[in-house]
């Protein structure tokens, strides 16, 4: 709604979304802060965080819903389960339209509860109360209802509204907006009774589907019993050796088809609606969105733009990290100095960063880049320390005796024995990168998968949503699979060699 009323005030100006840079945000108090820092020249957010940017004096407020009324609403949803509920939704709708006859007629009396209910501070309340127009009886009368000569008011902005979004790509086709609708608020306030305007149909169930499921099913199932039950490998540890070369194929396959038993069990439940589509979508729902998006090039785009926030992000962390870990845990006068801040940042929360980062670094590429290091760099540093620390006593003693000085045992004792170790302390951290780099591309941000992932989530584009999950899934894997042969490459010398 904020971004189809900033499309109707640059309407009015003879401009168009193309004419200014969006920098889209999650909640209106990053928009605040984007804003108070300096990072944006304007901000679309509402109260009472207008109120907090204009008391630093910082800006003016250009245009407000009070000049654009209609267009950005509070609204009732339902689903068609609960439309069959008469009794319980008549009594909700009346007990809902009381509430806002004593707001209207009691201002100041209601401002406690509201603000008890949404842990605001009264203040606070008094502001965002001040702004809002209530909407009584006759108000949902007009918005709601149509008559012969003209639709709704509300059919006819969201049809707008509609256009727009299609226009933008965020929206793939127009809905029917006129069955979105009913007045049933309208009709039931003076009627004893009202008739639902939809039902729920139950899924049919595809015998076909189920059938090629359960086959593919048994099919994993089958190799899994071959593999390790008959063959007697269920209990074998893994680091048996001399396990026969077809006993050793059969386990291989198990590796290969566990993802599958569960993308079969997963296509199993939607073909049942089980797993309801609406909730979950199809196996083959999302491998045709995987492969239409893949085709257009936007998950490669997206993709990309998202790596390359990781390795630069990520890549500070490991060397800032690494550097001070092994400083701090061979080093008595570093550690004293670095521990004690070290494991304090730690237990702050790096999402908590966010609002400070926001107001320092803008909402622009650095901000990503930032999220990223301060989610991981500290965690590196610790972990670096206690790898150091578990440095073999008898390398130490060795070294010592043998006349070598504290910066040659550091150089020839604890960095290789650290090494593969601290390689793997990267690997680890890796993957919650992905994590905190999802947080930065939910805020102020226009391209990468986390974006994407956010958007598909936000106009229910579940299949989407699901391809998108798939690339992070990838990447991340195949991440994790280079610097592990890198590793081994680097620390060859440690690789133990299996007989």
């Known amino acids: 709604p904020s971004h189809y009323l900033l499309y109707k005030v640059l309407q009015e100006a003879k401009l168009t979304p193309a004419d200014v840079v969006q ?139 509609g256009k727009f979004w299609k226009d933008q790509g965020i929206i793939k086709a127009l809905p029917d907006t006129s069955s979105m609708m009913t007045s049933v608020a309208i009709d039931s306030a003076n009627s004893a009774t009202f008739s639902p305007s939809a039902v729920t149909e139950r899924k049919k169930i595809d015998l076909l589907q189920v059938c090629a499921a359960l086959v593919v099913f048994v099919g994993c199932l089958t190799v899994f019993w071959l593999a390790l039950v008959k063959s007697g490998a269920a209990t074998t540890l ?45 196996p083959q729902a999302v491998l045709t969105s995987l492969f239409t998006l893949t085709l257009n090039g936007t998950l490669l785009k997206e993709g990309l733009i998202s790596f390359s926030r990781i390795v630069i992000g990520f890549s500070a962390a490991s060397m800032v990290g690494v550097a001070v870990g ?22 702050i929360p790096p999402t908590a960063f966010v609002a400070l980062l926001i107001v320092y670094c803008g909402v622009d590429e650095l901000f990503k880049y930032a999220v ?44 290789p024995a650290a090494g593969p170790r601290v390689f793997d302390v990267l690997r680890i951290n890796l993957s919650a990168t992905w994590t905190f780099l999802v947080v930065a591309e939910l805020i102020g941000s226009e391209q990468g998968l986390g974006h994407f992932v956010a958007i598909s989530q936000r106009f229910l584009r579940l299949d989407d949503l699901f391809a998108g999950i798939i690339v992070f899934g990838i990447i991340g894997l195949s991440t994790d699979l280079l610097l592990q042969r890198v590793g081994e490459r680097l620390f060859a010398w440690q690789q133990t060699t299996k007989h």
């Open 372 to 415: 990223v290091f301060v989610g991981v760099v500290f965690f590196v540093v610790q972990m670096v320390i206690d790898v150091v620390e578990d440095t073999e006593t008898g390398y130490l003693e060795m070294a010592m005796t043998s006349g070598l000085s504290n910066w040659g045992i550091f150089l020839q004792v604890i960095l």
């Open 23 to 161: 920098v889209k945000v999650e909640d209106p108090s990053s928009a605040g802060q984007a804003f108070v820092g300096g990072s944006v020249d304007a901000a679309v957010t509402w109260e009472p965080f207008i109120s907090s940017a204009r008391k630093t004096g910082k800006g003016k407020v250009l245009v407000t819903t009070r000049d654009y009324p209609g267009y950005v609403v509070d609204v009732l949803v339902v689903s068609p389960r609960l439309l069959q509920n008469q009794p319980l939704l008549q009594n909700f709708l009346r007990g809902w339209q009381k509430s806002v006859d004593y707001m209207i007629t009691h201002p100041k009396e209601c401002r406690k509860p509201i603000a008890d209910g949404f842990h605001m501070d009264i203040q606070d309340v008094e502001i965002m109360m001040a702004g809002l127009r209530l909407a009584d009886q006759a108000m949902n009368q007009k918005y709601l209802c149509k008559d012969a000569l003209r639709p709704a008011r509300l059919e006819s902005t969201l049809a707008d509204a």
């Open 326 to 347: 092994l400083a701090a845990g061979s080093f008595l006068a570093a550690k004293q100095l670095i521990t004690p801040i070290n494991s304090f940042l730690r237990y």
């Open 238 to 282: 893994t680091f048996s050796v001399g396990v026969p070369k077809q006993r050793s194929t059969l386990i291989s396959a198990v590796y290969w088809l566990s993802p599958l038993a569960m993308i079969a069990l997963w296509w199993i439940g939607c073909a049942t609606d089980v797993l309801p589509s609406k909730f979950i979508p199809a």
